[in-house]
């Protein structure tokens, strides 16, 4: 380390610092602070390097690098990318400061726009491609940029044209406008040697491209895709799916386009992303049903993925009847009984006993077909041809299909699918059938440790995210097996968990609100952060003096909590029988803590003493005796509940950030379940609509319609239409809004 | 840390795909199993492609690979999905450089095991922990250089007295701070 030659220097740095631990680090301090302003930069930066290994230096100061891009975005720094690093800090400081301050210029745009002149390639898109990552980036900031990168388009170099067509692809997904000026290169891209290249210039395009450029597109696009690999395949399919619900008109040349892709070798998630997308195309664009059913119907003739003929049988089911001429679709469903495998067969007696339902001119010829499929050799098929030769009065006569049936058949299985599991395996078998009904309709909240996983960003093309696990049903379980509480019934809701310190603090705490009928339980976890202290005997000191309604009624403590093993405990209150009471509770944390003698086995001391951790307030709201239930069909429900408790109200919700905003805000206060996908804002728009389900305490069903318009001083107003089954309900929800 | 400019492997294989000489800086890859796993899918993802004029690109679960063919003797560098691009090219064009100065343009898979010791030095001055720390390719070829042609006598040809004497030296040095 102290050698004159620079090289061993460095090198010495960088091994002593990968073989040092935390208790040899004071003692190579010294070194590491003298080499790092040593004059040979290799030396520095080795140093550096390993500095930043040892130290996990963090950028959590955001002062000190505020201050670090001002000045030296002023100077000029030599190493291009040394100059890259400091794209990334300005883009950071950038993004935190349009935090703060909404209007006016940004800090260092100039400073990026600068850096597009600069010598090195590299330093010119990394400015491109910050400022194209700019939150709310304006067009005339996005201008520059992108004529940069449109130069890159034709250089030579593969690794240019792939890098600019990637950031384009980006920009156009946000700013479709702003890209159109770079067609024309993209165009000459779609022959490009290299597919990745291709592939991105084509569904750049599909996303810029106007209604007129469609045809002229899909040509080239047919010539090309049987050269490419699968997984380019499925991201064009994607990308014309979505032209298509842009272009409506124009749903003839793709459909043809996907059915003869469809028609093409390919592999399962290819032929899944063109089936997925004819069945949006068709749901959304009523005019393309019938081609698209035969297309369908054709790819099921020759499919060797089962799954895949499954779905679309059902499909068939659902919207076969509703064509002008059902009889034709019967071929192809009954030939699937005849060829294919028991699985297949079993859903395609579900889909003929469907036709049968709902088209009677087609009954007795279904029924033979039905009593054909009686000597099927696998007892799913015989089962299911029984079933529904019974329902649908299989007797030969031809009948009026009464509506019980119909919901039998047609009605979709409104429970999640996890929640019936769980109550099945529950179910012990006994004198008392098993009730559909009793099955918790609730949708899981969001699981605490998925939301950790979520922050990480997931890695890998295919792995599929993480399917959510039953929280309720874990708090359920967890709720009954407290001998305290398993009088109070059926749990309504559980609330996803609120936070009561700050995050890396002492001991972290948030709360669970658990609704019963009558009684409510607040479940505390809390986690003790610090490695030298075990604490005992931990409770929760609730103050409900703000929550008049509220009487505690019984505490569980938690016996003992260990350094970094999250435990439980719980507060009981009563309320008053089905009434959504209110109101805002204060906490204590009260525990015996007691110091860790030996931390590898927390052996801790005898003694200990009894302290207190002051937590943050809480309240239950309203929006807690809200179920989230969504509906499949919102005009239905709204139908259904008539008009006899609807409430109808204007509010003002005064400036908000953004119309998108001031939506999520409602959904989040009134805590229901969004239709049909209309909690999403289109960019820009001046007024939204949004329809809202879900099932208040008591059992009672709830509709809510919200209209929304923005003014030019982004003053939002709200009209608020409730529909029930309880007036008193319908009241309480516009309550729930006035305040 | 999470801003540096950084590269999450760097990858030297031979034409059917086996390992000359890899380096990995992320933990994306745990075992040595799914190393070669990700090896070999890079490997028959790019084999067809022509890469040998200019360095080539590709995305692979989600990560970009960059990569040049010389002889019989492929080079990949991978960075995450949102590194830049042409970092990623300006260090496997310092890399594949390097290799051409340290073994006199005879680019081939005999030459590089011949002097993999080389090779592997290369690629430790090239990057230290995913941090990128020199990219021009005389530079690293003129560090790596040195270690080679050491100007002291190897270890093994020194004898017994001369190495304690050495030690002893040493020892007295630390002491003495």
Redesign the interface.
């Known amino acids: 380390m102290?050698s004159k030659?620079d090289?061993y220097r460095a090198n010495a740095i960088?091994v002593l610092c990968r073989i040092t631990d935390g208790t040899l680090l004071t003692q190579i301090e010294r070194y590491l602070k003298q080499a790092i302003v040593d004059k040979n930069p290799?030396v520095a930066?080795?140093a550096l390097?390993?500095g930043?290994?040892l130290l996990?230096?963090?950028?959590n100061d955001r002062l000190a690098v505020s201050k670090l891009v001002t000045s030296l975005t002023k100077g000029s720094v030599r190493s291009?990318?040394a100059q890259?690093?400091l794209i990334?800090?300005t883009s950071?400081v950038i993004r935190e400061s349009s935090m703060n301050s909404q209007t006016g210029d940004r800090p260092f745009y100039d400073y990026l726009e600068g850096c597009l002149r600069h010598k090195s390639?590299?330093v010119i898109?990394?400015a491109a491609?910050a400022i194209t990552e700019l939150s709310g980036v304006t067009s005339r900031e996005l201008t520059p940029a992108i004529t940069v990168l449109q130069l890159f388009l034709s250089s030579?170099?593969?690794?240019?044209r792939?890098?600019a067509v990637?950031t384009l692809n980006k920009v156009a997904m946000t700013h479709p406008m702003a890209v159109t000026t770079c067609n024309i290169d993209m165009e000459s891209l779609i022959s490009d040697?290299?597919r990745?290249?291709a592939t991105l210039a084509i569904t750049t395009l599909l996303k810029t491209g106007n209604e007129s450029g469609v045809d002229r597109l899909m040509k080239q696009i047919t010539s090309f895709m049987s050269d490419i690999a699968d997984e380019f395949k499925i991201v064009v399919v994607d990308a014309i799916r979505s032209l298509c619900l842009k272009f409506p008109l124009k749903f003839r040349t793709l459909m043809n386009f996907l059915s003869s892709i469809l028609r093409e070798e390919g592999g399962f998630e290819y032929k899944k992303a063109i089936v997925d997308s004819i069945v949006t195309i068709i749901t959304d664009i009523p005019d393309a049903k019938e081609s698209g059913l035969l297309h369908l119907c054709e790819f099921i003739e020759d499919c060797e993925f089962t799954y895949l003929s499954t779905q679309i049988l059902h499909f068939l089911g659902i919207e076969g009847p509703k064509t002008s001429d059902p009889s034709k679709y019967i071929r192809y469903i009954y030939n699937r009984v005849i060829l294919e495998n028991a699985t297949v067969r079993a859903s395609a007696v579900s889909t003929l006993a469907k036709f049968g339902a709902m088209v009677d001119s087609l009954k007795p010829r279904i029924f033979v077909l039905l009593r054909r499929c009686l000597y099927d050799n696998d007892d799913e098929v015989r089962d299911r041809a029984t079933l529904y030769l019974n329902t649908i009065g299989g007797d030969g006569s031809v009948i009026e299909t009464d509506k019980a049936v119909k919901e039998f058949l047609f009605g979709s299985l409104d429970l999640p699918l996890a929640n019936l599991e769980t109550s099945l395996k529950n179910y012990e078998p006994s004198e008392e059938p098993f009730d559909i009904s009793s099955v918790s309709k609730a949708v899981k909240s969001q699981p605490f440790a998925e939301k950790k996983a979520a922050a990480k960003k997931t890695?890998?093309?295919?792995a599929p995210p993480a399917g959510p696990t039953s929280t309720a049903d874990t708090y359920e379980k967890i709720l009954l097996s407290i001998p305290e509480f398993s009088t109070f019934g059926k749990l309504f809701k559980s609330s996803a968990p609120v936070e009561l310190t700050e995050s890396e603090t002492e001991y972290e705490v948030n709360v669970v609100k658990h609704i019963f009928d009558k009684h409510v339980v607040f479940q505390f976890n809390c986690t003790n952060t610090i490695a030298e202290q075990l604490l005992e005997n931990v409770t929760v000191v609730v103050d409900a003096s703000e929550a008049e309604e509220f009487e505690e009624v019984a505490t569980k403590p938690l016996k003992s909590l260990p350094y970094g093993t999250p435990g439980q405990t719980f507060v009981a209150f009563e309320k008053p029988e089905g009434v959504p009471a209110v109101g805002k509770f204060t906490n204590v944390l009260r525990f015996i803590v007691k110091e860790v003698v030996d931390p590898s086995t927390g052996e801790a001391e005898d003694d200990g003493v009894e302290d207190e951790y002051q937590l943050e307030e809480f309240e239950v709201v309203a929006a807690d005796y809200m179920l989230k239930v969504g509906v499949s069909n919102f005009r239905n429900a709204w139908e259904s509940l008539g008009p006899d408790f609807e409430r109808v109200d204007e509010y003002g919700l005064g400036p908000r950030e953004s119309l998108k905003e001031a939506v999520s805000a409602v959904i989040n206060l009134l805590g229901m379940q969004p239709c049909e996908g209309t909690e999403v804002v289109a960019a820009n728009s001046r007024s939204h609509t949004c329809l809202l389900s879900g099932v208040y305490i008591g059992n009672v069903k709830v509709a809510v319609r919200l209209s929304f318009g923005v003014d030019s001083a982004k003053e939002v107003a709200m009209k608020l239409a409730v529909r029930s089954e309880d007036e008193a309900v319908s009241d309480a929800i516009h309550e729930l809004v006035a305040n | 840390?999470?801003?540096?400019?950084s590269v999450k492997n760097i990858l030297l294989l031979d034409s059917e795909g086996n390992r000359v000489a890899v380096k990995y800086y992320s933990d994306?890859w745990p075992t040595n199993s799914s190393k070669e796993a990700f090896e070999k899918a890079v490997f028959t993802k790019t084999q067809k492609?022509?890469a040998r004029a200019?360095?080539?690109?590709?995305?692979f679960?989600?990560n970009i690979v960059?990569y040049k063919f010389a002889q019989d003797l492929h080079f990949f560098v991978t960075g995450g999905d949102d590194e830049?691009?042409?970092?990623i090219?300006?260090v496997l064009q310092g890399f594949f450089d390097a290799v051409g100065l340290l073994l006199r343009d005879n680019v081939d898979k005999k030459e590089a095991l011949e002097n993999l010791d080389l090779i592997l030095l290369c690629l430790d001055e090239i990057v230290?922990?995913g941090?990128?720390?020199?990219?021009d390719a005389n530079v690293i070829a003129g560090?790596v250089a040195?270690?080679s042609m050491d100007s002291g006598a190897p270890l093994s040809e020194q004898t017994i007295s001369q190495a304690l004497a050495t030690a002893r030296e040493h020892l007295t040095?630390s002491l003495l701070r």
């Open positions: 102290n030659t090289v960088r290799v930066s080795a390097v390993s930043i290994h996990q230096i963090r950028q291009p990318l890259c690093l990334r800090y950071q390639e590299m898109f990394e491609k030579s170099k593969p690794v240019l792939f890098a990637r040697q290299n990745s290249i890695t890998g093309l295919g | 840390m999470e801003f540096c400019p994306d492609t022509n200019e360095a080539e690109i590709t995305m679960d989600n960059i830049n691009e042409l970092i090219s300006t230290d922990g941090i990128i720390l020199e990219t560090k040195t270690h040095r």
